[in-house]
């Protein structure tokens, strides 16, 4: 059995491997290499969904295709990765990926609304998504999923592969699954969530001068 009841608090995002980046406007560009992995990263916030992904884990594809669409954001992914050994440093270095793209697209953040929440349901499931791109990573993951596997995918590694990406995105992020049984319908409801709330928390807002804190910034 697999409970994903866990709130955890994070720090600053690991620096293993070599890392590079190009942002320009709202979109970004990242590669990311190791001697496990290899990730090249297009992400362009301010999109229409369009996506053109291979990460090599299928399951992981089809979330990131659910993820982009969802949340009118271009997604392209090129990834590849000791599968052979299992999926974790691959999912796990996409997220990564995926959460430095959208920390160079924002820039300083200035103008967006900064939070976004969606509850989606998905047939039985129902889950709610809670986002603050406030520069202070933390996750909160209130996820009970009973299979260990979706197809031959570890369920545990969407954990991962949201630690991951809050750590690099530096943001707020509390996902809670208010109902469900099929695994699947969970996890598709977490990453429409995800979407959705992004989506929001990354809107300009035209009545905002600088970022929205009294702090004057959202670099943690």
């Not at 299928?58 to 009118?72: N, S, T, V, W, Y």
């Not at 599968?83 to 697209?105: M, P």
């Not at 530096?170 to 709330?197: C, S, W, Y």
Request: glycine share 10%.
């Amino acid at each position: 059995m697999v409970r994903g009841r866990t709130v955890k608090r994070v720090g600053a995002a690991a620096s293993a491997g070599r890392s590079r980046g190009v942002a320009a406007g709202r979109s970004a560009t990242v590669a990311r290499r190791t001697k496990e992995t290899a990730v090249e990263l297009s992400l362009n916030v301010d999109g229409s969904g369009r996506y053109d992904i291979r990460s090599g884990v299928p399951f992981l594809d089809h979330m990131l295709e659910i993820f982009a669409r969802h949340g009118f954001f271009d997604l392209t992914l090129r990834a590849s990765g000791d599968v052979e050994v299992d999926d974790h440093h691959t999912v796990e270095d996409v997220g990564l990926a995926l959460g430095q793209a959208f920390r160079q697209a924002l820039g300083a953040k200035e103008g967006i609304r900064r939070f976004g929440e969606a509850t989606v349901p998905l047939d039985e499931a129902l889950v709610q998504v809670v986002v603050d791109l406030s520069g202070r990573p933390f996750l909160a993951y209130d996820v009970e999923i009973r299979q260990e596997r979706i197809g031959a995918f570890a369920v545990e590694l969407i954990h991962d592969f949201l630690l991951a990406f809050v750590n690099e995105n530096g943001m707020n992020l509390h996902v809670r699954m208010l109902a469900g049984r099929n695994p699947h319908h969970i996890v598709e409801a977490v990453f429409k969530g995800l979407a959705r709330a992004l989506d929001a928390a990354t809107q300009r807002d035209p009545r905002l001068r600088g970022v929205l804190s009294t702090k004057g910034t959202l670099s943690g």
